[in-house]
């Protein structure tokens, strides 16, 4: 094996994705596969994960992938997610917290429910998964491999702009604070915390805007690098975050959103 291929091997990793079957969750799946990893996806319809990890396994890689349901809604959903991942192995090096939801409508008529459902995926569900994992995610820890943690945020946790969707935003801000107190809280058990905030990719959610080509195009163009997400993207900062590449990295909220956030209008003297 060479230099590189050692420093960015994720080879017999264990890793769970949560919302492992569609859009980023099975990027981030299809990339940890790819690259060698044993791949679990669970997310509420488990009839898509079994269907996906068929999938990811005829592709001939040299990880492997299992699918089976659960549910980071509800505090039991997660209790039985936890007892699911228990039964399959006795550690765990990579856990990928992708599962979500939001919620959208005007200002005037956002309605209060929307704040509990989103917010106890998004936050509470995160949490509560990585503290109750904690234990698997220390058997694989160690000085030289720390176990990882990733958290999906969102670019919308970093700019102010909530297209509607004002508690999916607030969410994510919410995740990218609290992968800051995780990564400090869990630094001293050699677990990296770590969270992605991406701009738009193709996904379930964003299915509304990016469904057809045009809208692909359309949405490309309001994007600095001039294009949505790709898979290649954000399975590569997977694959650096979870091998020994990554290993001396904690607490950072990696933009992977082609330059969303560091785009303003503001000129200050540019016209004086």
């Not at 099975?26 to 509420?44: E, F, N």
């Not at 919620?103 to 459902?117: E, I, Q, S, T």
């Not at 991406?198 to 964003?206: A, I």
């Not at 607490?251 to 209008?265: F, T, W, Y």
Request: with cysteine.
């Amino acid at each position: 094996m060479s230099y590189v291929e050692d420093l960015f091997s994720v080879n017999g990793r264990i890793a769970l994705v949560t919302g492992g079957a569609t859009g980023i969750g099975r990027m981030i799946a299809t990339g940890l596969v790819q690259a060698g990893a044993r791949v679990m996806i669970a997310s509420r319809k488990g009839e898509d994960c079994v269907r996906v990890a068929e999938e990811l396994n005829s592709l001939g890689a040299s990880g492997s992938a299992e699918g089976f349901a659960g549910d980071v809604g509800t505090a039991e959903g997660v209790a039985d997610l936890v007892e699911a991942v228990s039964a399959r192995t006795d550690k765990l090096n990579i856990l990928i917290n992708n599962a979500g939801v939001s919620w959208g409508a005007p200002y005037a008529d956002f309605p209060h429910a929307a704040w509990a459902k989103v917010m106890s995926v998004n936050v509470a569900g995160l949490f509560t998964l990585t503290r109750d994992l904690t234990p698997l995610l220390l058997k694989a820890a160690s000085d030289a491999d720390p176990a990882r943690v990733i958290n999906l945020g969102s670019v919308m946790g970093t700019q102010p702009a909530a297209d509607g969707a004002y508690s999916y935003s607030a969410s994510k801000a919410a995740v990218h604070h609290l992968t800051r107190i995780l990564a400090e809280e869990l630094s001293a058990e050699r677990i990296t915390v770590n969270a992605f905030a991406p701009g738009p990719f193709q996904s379930r959610m964003t299915a509304f805007a990016t469904s057809r080509e045009d809208q692909v195009d359309r949405v490309g163009a309001g994007v600095p690098l001039g294009r949505i997400g790709g898979p290649d993207d954000v399975a590569g900062a997977t694959i650096y975050l979870c091998s020994r590449a990554g290993s001396y990295i904690t607490g950072a909220i990696l933009p992977i959103d082609g330059g969303l956030s560091v785009q303003h209008a503001i000129r200050l003297f540019k016209d004086a």
